[in-house]
């Protein structure tokens, strides 16, 4: 009976570890869109390479702040799952795009991304943890 238990509990990380996992991948999409509006030289070189100039203007406007409004979704733990997985498709696409230019320029921001996509799908396997803004709320509505 000990035994099952302690397989249980090897499979399932520290909620401590969950929420710095959590922190820092917000943090990195957060700084990531913060990054696009100051260099938007970068995002117009990856995007303008493969798609029609008319359609890049709505997808280099968007981009950003869809990173920081789920960057800082993520970091407060509300609605996870929901800016995780408008997240996936745009870090997917990027990937794309790095790997169809093939510049040993962009290596950095490849592996920058698939980390990205990496720590993507393994919050949105764990979910909101236990330190986060949608528990707090729920615990506050039990206690009323």
Known sequence: MANKKNRKIARQPNKLTLFVFRIILGIA??????????????????????????????????IPYVHIAGGFFIIIGLYIRAAILIQIPIIIGAIILLLKSGGKSYQGEIIFAALILIMLIVQLAYGDGLYSWRNLLNKEKNIT
């Open 29 to 62: 999409l957060f700084a990531k869109g913060i990054s696009f509006l100051r260099d938007k030289a970068l995002l117009e070189n990856l995007i303008s390479n493969s798609i029609p100039q008319e359609k890049f203007s709505i997808l280099g406007l968007l």
